[in-house]
């Protein structure tokens, strides 16, 4: 790779931690500026795709879209979605394109900033490095989160999203799904396809289409705008997207789940025992992602209808299923062990885990505190944040984009570095001035 690590000190202008999609993003736009730079990764490229998560699990764009602009994949239809193994191999041939510097197996321990002295120190498992400027690209699924009220002492086997694999793995017996964002209600759909019975716990989501009048919903977003939406809209921080490219992309109908044997209920408030308590919001939850998909399908139709398109009606995708008998007499307390539940799994997301980053770049809640990605610790960066720079900042070709602008903004830092003044220009000519007279 051109730079050896060793117990000497390795020397590099950028380091960026992690080899995932947004690693290797920022490893490509720095390889086209010219800047010199390291990515070190803990296992192999692109690992979480690999073995962070369960076996079937499909990208949740299709292929025409949910990939870098530089390369496509050419042994997937358009619109098929791919599967977890494929996108880690996309990843990896996509590195091997521009010869991205990444090391696999080397662990980043620590990374302090240098006093009296520009830029940081940084332990890893392979020796001492030292960089002007350290990219934290390592992602928001750190750490699986369970909520503290999960039952203690019970004999339930309790699971994270991040664990589950296949419905083999499970005991005999129900199941109890916490989370009903793209993980929950994708492993509901398999553990309920497998012959469980399961109950699922819905809270506030969104429920974009699949696809409508021949487009997939990402062509919707990107048309309408969505993917550059700035901001969350205020009190939606804990809003999931139910949206799946499981069975070749079907759109989540909890309804039609419902419907086919599953037992839906609201929000999961606490534990005693063996008794579970929902809220009762789950009508309410249920109306509110109705209302945004609809919203969508009605901006989309008057998309066509503004721009003359020639895009078949679809009436049907207007249709629901009436409200099962859990929805109109919904339960707000479960005695599990009476119901014959011996798991649960929590899809209840992940938090970040920077211990590592020894610096200035944080909130009181430990979040990064950044701009675009520009941190608030001059040198640092983060890439690969949900809403990073906006919408699309979560997905694949969102975090390309990102990739872009951070490395942009190191090229210009690099750039004030270099400036020389008149003098130092001066001093630096000077010697070579001086010798150019004394040999005439």
């Known amino acids: 790779m051109g730079i050896e690590m060793t117990t000497e000190k390795t020397k590099i202008d950028t380091l960026i931690v992690g080899a995932g999609q947004a690693g290797v993003a920022m490893s490509e736009h720095l390889s086209k500026l010219g800047v010199p730079h390291l990515v070190l990764e803990r296992s192999r490229i692109a690992e979480r795709w690999r073995s962070g998560r369960w076996d079937s699990l499909v990208a949740n764009g299709p292929a025409w879209h949910d990939r870098f602009p530089g390369l496509e994949f050419d042994d997937l239809s358009p619109d098929s979605f791919a599967p977890k193994e494929r996108v880690a191999d996309y990843f990896e041939a996509y590195a091997k394109k521009f010869n991205a510097p990444i090391r696999t197996g080397v662990d980043v321990k620590k990374v302090e900033r240098n006093v009296g002295r520009p830029g940081f120190t940084i332990e890893t498992s392979e020796g001492v490095i030292e960089a002007n400027r350290v990219v934290a690209a390592t992602g928001p699924f750190q750490r699986p989160v369970i909520p503290p009220i999960a039952p203690k002492d019970q004999p339930f086997t309790q699971i994270h999203s991040a664990e589950y694999r296949n419905p083999q793995q499970l005991p005999e017996g129900a199941v109890l799904v916490v989370g009903a964002g793209s993980s929950g209600v994708q492993i509901a759909d398999e553990l309920q396809s497998a012959g469980k019975q399961v109950y699922l716990s819905v809270g506030a989501h969104d429920r974009p289409p699949r696809a409508y009048r021949n487009r997939d919903f990402c062509w919707w977003l990107g048309v309408l705008g969505e993917w550059d939406q700035a ?13 799946s490219g499981a069975h070749g992309g079907r759109t989540v109908d909890f309804r039609g789940l419902a419907h086919r044997g599953m037992t839906l209920v609201g929000l999961t408030q606490s534990f005693n025992g063996s008794v579970a308590t929902f809220q009762p919001n789950l009508a309410d939850n249920l109306a509110r992602g109705d209302e945004n998909y609809l919203a969508l399908l ?77 941190s608030s610790e001059p040198g640092v960066y983060f890439l690969g944040l949900p809403w990073q720079s906006r919408r699309g900042s979560s997905f694949i070709w969102g975090v390309w984009h990102d990739a872009k602008y951070v490395a942009d903004q190191i090229a210009i830092q690099r750039s004030y570095h270099d400036y020389r003044d008149a003098l130092q220009r001066e001093a630096e000519t000077a010697p070579v001035a001086h010798k150019t007279t004394v040999s005439a």
């Open 231 to 243: 901001a969350m809209k205020p009190g939606r921080e804990h809003v999931t997207i139910a949206v």
């Open 298 to 374: 009605n901006a989309a139709d008057a998309y066509v209808e503004r721009n003359g398109l020639d895009l078949p009606e679809e009436p049907e995708a207007r249709h629901t299923f009436p409200d099962p008998d859990c929805v109109t007499n919904p339960i707000l307390e479960l005695d599990l062990a009476k119901a014959g539940v011996t798991s649960i799994i929590w899809a209840t997301g992940f938090a970040t885990d920077y211990s590592w980053l020894k610096v200035n770049a944080f909130d009181d809640n430990g979040k990064p505190q950044h701009q675009r990605g520009v």
